[in-house]
């Protein structure tokens, strides 16, 4: 799916550190931007793909890539917050409109819970229970998410959308985006593709 950012590019953020609400334009108007959107802080798989981010925000740092996080609502945000799941900034959205307006689907609560038996599925809770991620059913659990990435100035957009809840970018396909797959070095378990994790469940 193509994206025309201007679309959103007023669409109101609000910090989750500080409080300050900005639009969410400002974010990539003078840097290059990862932005995930997170379907709710106490979704596993949330969790999994936050930590699995953290193995190449070194990398973005060094090039003055800004990491950022967007979830759906403030509330519920702390214990993602203190868990330290996620390298960068967080943000809540001021309202689903954002969500919407880049595609993100909802699911209903039958196609939600078969979700959790695919294997994709499977193999990220599999993954997360190694990991000790926890997680919660609070919250708004039946929104998908996704990412934008976003070069300075709006330009150069890579806009992806999650199928299912478990669904994630690889951080090898995040850096190519920016030239960048070269400095790739998976060097531990929240690295590890989750093709090569054994999954316990049948």
């Known amino acids: 799916m193509t994206i025309d950012i201007s679309t959103i590019g007023s669409e109101k953020i609000k910090n989750l550190h500080t409080g300050e609400t900005v639009e969410i334009g400002s974010l990539w108007?003078?840097?290059?931007?990862?932005?995930?959107?997170?379907?709710r802080w106490g979704c596993v798989f949330c969790r999994?793909?936050?930590?699995e981010l953290g193995e190449i925000s070194h990398v973005l740092k060094e090039?003055?890539?800004k990491l950022i996080g967007i979830g759906v609502?403030?509330?519920n945000s702390e214990d993602f917050i203190q868990g330290n799941f996620f390298d960068g900034d967080l943000y809540c959205v001021e309202d689903l409109s954002t969500y919407k307006k880049l595609?993100?689907?909802r699911f209903n609560t039958v196609t939600i819970l078969t979700s959790l038996f695919w294997k994709q599925s499977r193999k990220a809770m599999s993954k997360s229970s190694s990991m000790d991620l926890g997680g919660d059913l609070k919250g708004d659990w039946v929104q998908t998410g996704g990412a934008l990435l976003v070069k300075e100035g709006g330009k150069?957009?890579?806009?992806?959308?999650?199928?299912?809840p478990a669904d994630h970018m690889d951080n090898v396909d995040i850096l190519k985006h920016f030239g960048l797959e070269d400095e790739y070095v998976p060097e531990t378990m929240a690295n590890q593709s989750r093709d090569d994790v054994q999954c316990s469940r049948n």
């Open 29 to 39: 108007k003078n840097q290059n931007v990862v932005i995930i959107f997170f379907r």
């Open 48 to 51: 999994l793909w936050a930590k």
């Open 63 to 65: 090039h003055n890539i």
């Open 73 to 75: 609502e403030e509330e």
């Open 103 to 105: 595609g993100f689907k």
């Open 156 to 164: 150069d957009v890579h806009h992806f959308i999650q199928t299912g």
